[in-house]
């Protein structure tokens, strides 16, 4: 599990590979878009909590057992943390699993998608 030196320079090459995302801008965070929705957002240092991190929209259930089973990657972040998404964090010192973060993103990601963009994904 390697620590990323630029983890939002690796969340954009993850996400830039799926139909209908796009990045903007929101609350001064880098936010990530599957039509018209987000399902992910960037934060480093959110009011001054010290994390890099990625929100990611996700459900009740995943968010617990992922907090439940480790709470120094997992978290709930404020905010969005009640309507089911999770906090993962990109800075911590025993690495980053990349691959969990991306399926973890993907799933997110097909929360909210568009069903042509799920549709042209699922092609591939």
Do not use: C
């Amino acid at each position: 599990m390697a620590k990323a030196r630029d983890p939002l320079r690796k969340l954009r090459k993850i996400i830039v590979a799926w139909p209908e995302t796009d990045e903007r801008l929101s609350h001064g965070s880098p936010t990530f878009w599957g039509g018209r929705k987000t399902f992910a957002t960037f934060v480093d240092n959110h009011h001054g909590d010290g994390r890099k991190a990625v929100w990611i929209k996700s459900d009740a259930d995943t968010q617990e057992g992922l907090i439940e089973a480790n709470p120094e990657i997992f978290y709930l972040p404020p905010y969005v943390g009640p309507s089911g998404w999770i906090g993962v964090r990109l800075d911590h010192d025993a690495g980053v699993d990349w691959d969990q973060v991306e399926g973890l993103l993907l799933d997110g990601y097909r929360i909210v998608a568009p069903k042509r963009a799920l549709k042209l994904l699922d092609q591939d």
